[in-house]
T-cell receptor, first 115, second 111 residues
Framework: GAGVSQSPSNKVTEKGKDVELRCDPI?????LYWYRQSLGQGLEFLIYFQGNSAPDKSGLPSDRFSAERTGGSVSTLTIQRTQQEDSAVYLC?????????????FGEGSRLTVL | GENVEQHPSTLSVQEGDSAVIKCTYS??????FPWYKQELGKRPQLIID?????GEKKDQRIAVTLNKTAKHFSLHITETQPEDSAVYFC??????????FGSGTRLSIRP
Protein backbone atom coordinates (compact mmCIF):
# COMPACT_ATOMS: atom_id res chain seq x y z
CA GLY A 1 0.00 0.00 0.00
CA ALA A 2 0.89 3.65 -0.21
CA GLY A 3 1.22 4.11 3.53
CA VAL A 4 0.93 2.39 6.89
CA SER A 5 -2.60 1.17 7.44
CA GLN A 6 -4.14 0.49 10.85
CA SER A 7 -7.46 -0.99 11.83
CA PRO A 8 -9.78 -0.44 13.46
CA SER A 9 -9.50 3.34 13.56
CA ASN A 10 -11.74 3.38 16.63
CA LYS A 11 -12.57 0.64 19.12
CA VAL A 12 -14.82 0.90 22.15
CA THR A 13 -14.78 -2.09 24.43
CA GLU A 14 -15.86 -3.09 27.88
CA LYS A 15 -13.41 -3.60 30.69
CA GLY A 16 -12.18 -7.19 30.76
CA LYS A 17 -12.64 -7.88 27.06
CA ASP A 18 -9.77 -8.71 24.68
CA VAL A 19 -8.95 -6.51 21.70
CA GLU A 20 -6.82 -6.93 18.59
CA LEU A 21 -5.31 -4.04 16.69
CA ARG A 22 -3.88 -4.54 13.23
CA CYS A 23 -1.04 -2.82 11.39
CA ASP A 24 -0.21 -3.21 7.71
CA PRO A 25 3.19 -1.59 7.09
CA ILE A 26 4.52 -0.10 3.89
CA UNK A 27 5.40 -2.86 1.46
CA UNK A 28 9.05 -3.85 1.79
CA UNK A 29 9.58 -2.22 5.17
CA UNK A 30 11.28 -4.72 7.44
CA UNK A 31 11.16 -2.70 10.67
CA LEU A 32 7.86 -2.22 12.51
CA TYR A 33 7.18 -0.38 15.78
CA TRP A 34 4.18 -0.04 18.07
CA TYR A 35 3.73 3.01 20.30
CA ARG A 36 1.00 4.10 22.70
CA GLN A 37 -0.10 7.71 22.99
CA SER A 38 -2.38 8.60 25.86
CA LEU A 39 -4.42 11.81 25.60
CA GLY A 40 -2.07 14.77 25.34
CA GLN A 41 0.93 12.63 26.17
CA GLY A 42 4.08 11.44 24.44
CA LEU A 43 4.83 8.35 22.38
CA GLU A 44 5.42 5.38 24.65
CA PHE A 45 7.48 2.60 23.02
CA LEU A 46 5.82 -0.82 23.20
CA ILE A 47 7.53 -3.28 20.84
CA TYR A 48 9.85 -3.39 17.81
CA PHE A 49 10.14 -6.00 15.06
CA GLN A 50 13.07 -6.19 12.63
CA GLY A 51 12.94 -8.81 9.91
CA ASN A 52 13.18 -12.33 11.29
CA SER A 53 14.95 -11.30 14.50
CA ALA A 54 13.36 -11.78 17.89
CA PRO A 55 11.24 -8.71 18.69
CA ASP A 56 12.26 -6.18 21.34
CA LYS A 57 9.36 -6.43 23.79
CA SER A 58 10.92 -4.28 26.48
CA GLY A 59 8.19 -1.62 26.31
CA LEU A 60 5.16 -3.82 26.82
CA PRO A 61 3.54 -2.58 30.06
CA SER A 62 2.24 -5.92 31.31
CA ASP A 63 1.76 -9.54 30.31
CA ARG A 64 -1.73 -8.63 29.09
CA PHE A 65 -0.05 -7.09 26.06
CA SER A 66 1.39 -9.15 23.22
CA ALA A 67 2.19 -8.65 19.57
CA GLU A 68 3.10 -10.77 16.63
CA ARG A 69 4.19 -10.17 13.09
CA THR A 70 3.33 -12.83 10.58
CA GLY A 71 5.32 -13.34 7.41
CA GLY A 72 7.38 -10.28 8.14
CA SER A 73 4.53 -8.00 7.17
CA VAL A 74 1.23 -7.51 9.01
CA SER A 75 1.40 -7.11 12.78
CA THR A 76 -1.28 -7.59 15.42
CA LEU A 77 -1.19 -6.06 18.89
CA THR A 78 -3.38 -7.94 21.35
CA ILE A 79 -4.52 -6.61 24.70
CA GLN A 80 -6.16 -9.16 26.98
CA ARG A 81 -8.56 -8.36 29.81
CA THR A 82 -8.55 -4.66 28.95
CA GLN A 83 -8.46 -2.07 31.72
CA GLN A 84 -9.56 1.57 31.64
CA GLU A 85 -5.92 2.71 31.77
CA ASP A 86 -5.38 0.96 28.41
CA SER A 87 -7.46 3.68 26.76
CA ALA A 88 -5.15 5.47 24.32
CA VAL A 89 -4.24 5.81 20.65
CA TYR A 90 -2.06 2.93 19.51
CA LEU A 91 0.27 3.98 16.72
CA CYS A 92 2.13 1.68 14.38
CA UNK A 93 5.12 2.82 12.34
CA UNK A 94 7.40 1.19 9.81
CA UNK A 95 10.74 1.98 8.21
CA UNK A 96 12.69 0.31 5.49
CA UNK A 97 15.14 -1.29 7.89
CA UNK A 98 18.43 -0.55 6.17
CA UNK A 99 21.25 1.00 8.19
CA UNK A 100 20.80 4.29 6.36
CA UNK A 101 17.05 4.34 6.75
CA UNK A 102 15.84 6.47 9.59
CA UNK A 103 12.39 7.84 8.93
CA UNK A 104 9.45 6.24 10.64
CA UNK A 105 6.20 6.29 8.70
CA PHE A 106 3.25 6.30 11.05
CA GLY A 107 -0.25 5.00 10.56
CA GLU A 108 -3.31 7.01 11.57
CA GLY A 109 -3.56 5.06 14.80
CA SER A 110 -6.20 2.97 16.51
CA ARG A 111 -8.09 4.84 19.22
CA LEU A 112 -9.03 2.43 22.01
CA THR A 113 -11.62 3.35 24.61
CA VAL A 114 -12.19 0.97 27.49
CA LEU A 115 -15.43 1.60 29.37
CA GLY B 1 16.93 1.49 30.14
CA GLU B 2 17.10 4.09 27.43
CA ASN B 3 15.50 7.42 28.22
CA VAL B 4 14.94 10.69 26.36
CA GLU B 5 14.01 13.82 28.25
CA GLN B 6 12.50 16.84 26.48
CA HIS B 7 12.02 20.44 27.61
CA PRO B 8 9.97 22.54 27.75
CA SER B 9 6.63 20.73 27.73
CA THR B 10 4.88 23.86 26.43
CA LEU B 11 6.29 26.85 24.59
CA SER B 12 4.59 30.01 23.40
CA VAL B 13 6.43 32.44 21.12
CA GLN B 14 5.51 35.54 19.18
CA GLU B 15 5.13 35.04 15.45
CA GLY B 16 8.46 35.81 13.82
CA ASP B 17 10.52 34.95 16.90
CA SER B 18 12.63 31.83 17.33
CA ALA B 19 11.75 28.67 19.25
CA VAL B 20 14.20 26.25 20.83
CA ILE B 21 13.40 22.78 22.16
CA LYS B 22 16.00 20.72 24.00
CA CYS B 23 16.44 16.99 24.57
CA THR B 24 18.87 14.78 26.43
CA TYR B 25 19.39 11.06 26.00
CA SER B 26 20.83 8.37 28.21
CA UNK B 27 22.20 5.72 25.84
CA UNK B 28 25.66 6.84 24.73
CA UNK B 29 25.48 4.34 21.85
CA UNK B 30 22.57 6.22 20.24
CA UNK B 31 23.49 7.23 16.72
CA UNK B 32 20.43 8.81 15.13
CA PHE B 33 18.24 11.66 16.38
CA PRO B 34 15.03 12.55 14.53
CA TRP B 35 12.45 15.23 15.23
CA TYR B 36 8.77 14.71 14.51
CA LYS B 37 5.93 17.19 14.25
CA GLN B 38 2.39 16.16 15.17
CA GLU B 39 -0.44 18.49 14.23
CA LEU B 40 -3.73 18.18 16.08
CA GLY B 41 -5.47 14.93 15.24
CA LYS B 42 -2.80 13.84 12.80
CA ARG B 43 0.03 11.34 12.74
CA PRO B 44 3.62 12.34 13.62
CA GLN B 45 5.78 13.25 10.65
CA LEU B 46 9.54 13.60 10.36
CA ILE B 47 10.75 17.18 9.93
CA ILE B 48 14.50 16.84 10.35
CA ASP B 49 17.06 14.37 11.63
CA UNK B 50 20.74 14.24 12.48
CA UNK B 51 23.24 11.43 12.74
CA UNK B 52 25.95 11.12 15.35
CA UNK B 53 28.77 11.95 12.96
CA UNK B 54 27.64 15.56 12.45
CA GLY B 55 27.10 18.42 14.87
CA GLU B 56 24.54 20.54 13.06
CA LYS B 57 22.06 20.29 10.22
CA LYS B 58 19.83 22.95 8.69
CA ASP B 59 16.78 22.85 6.46
CA GLN B 60 15.34 26.27 5.67
CA ARG B 61 13.91 27.64 8.94
CA ILE B 62 14.69 24.61 11.06
CA ALA B 63 18.01 23.39 12.39
CA VAL B 64 19.16 20.70 14.78
CA THR B 65 22.36 20.65 16.83
CA LEU B 66 23.93 17.65 18.54
CA ASN B 67 26.44 17.52 21.37
CA LYS B 68 27.47 13.89 21.75
CA THR B 69 29.74 14.55 24.70
CA ALA B 70 26.91 16.06 26.71
CA LYS B 71 24.31 13.72 25.17
CA HIS B 72 21.95 16.48 24.22
CA PHE B 73 20.42 17.81 21.02
CA SER B 74 18.20 20.75 20.19
CA LEU B 75 15.68 21.90 17.59
CA HIS B 76 15.74 25.52 16.48
CA ILE B 77 12.91 27.09 14.51
CA THR B 78 13.52 30.62 13.23
CA GLU B 79 11.01 33.17 11.93
CA THR B 80 8.13 31.18 13.38
CA GLN B 81 4.82 31.13 11.55
CA PRO B 82 1.29 30.13 12.62
CA GLU B 83 1.61 26.79 10.83
CA ASP B 84 4.50 25.89 13.13
CA SER B 85 1.97 25.43 15.95
CA ALA B 86 2.02 21.71 16.80
CA VAL B 87 3.49 19.18 19.19
CA TYR B 88 7.15 18.40 18.52
CA PHE B 89 8.84 15.16 19.59
CA CYS B 90 12.53 14.43 19.72
CA UNK B 91 13.76 10.84 19.57
CA UNK B 92 16.91 8.79 19.83
CA UNK B 93 17.69 5.50 18.16
CA UNK B 94 19.82 3.11 20.12
CA UNK B 95 22.40 0.73 18.70
CA UNK B 96 19.69 -1.94 18.83
CA UNK B 97 17.49 0.27 16.61
CA UNK B 98 14.88 0.84 19.29
CA UNK B 99 13.55 4.40 18.85
CA UNK B 100 12.62 6.19 22.07
CA PHE B 101 10.68 9.45 22.00
CA GLY B 102 10.72 12.40 24.34
CA SER B 103 7.52 13.50 26.04
CA GLY B 104 6.78 16.22 23.50
CA THR B 105 6.65 20.03 23.38
CA ARG B 106 3.43 21.84 22.57
CA LEU B 107 4.47 24.90 20.57
CA SER B 108 2.03 27.78 20.18
CA ILE B 109 2.71 30.75 17.91
CA ARG B 110 1.07 34.00 19.05
CA PRO B 111 -0.07 36.31 16.23
Amino acid sequence: GAGVSQSPSNKVTEKGKDVELRCDPISGHTALYWYRQSLGQGLEFLIYFQGNSAPDKSGLPSDRFSAERTGGSVSTLTIQRTQQEDSAVYLCASRSGGEGSGELFFGEGSRLTVL
Amino acid sequence: GENVEQHPSTLSVQEGDSAVIKCTYSDSASNYFPWYKQELGKRPQLIIDIRSNVGEKKDQRIAVTLNKTAKHFSLHITETQPEDSAVYFCAARSSASKIIFGSGTRLSIRP
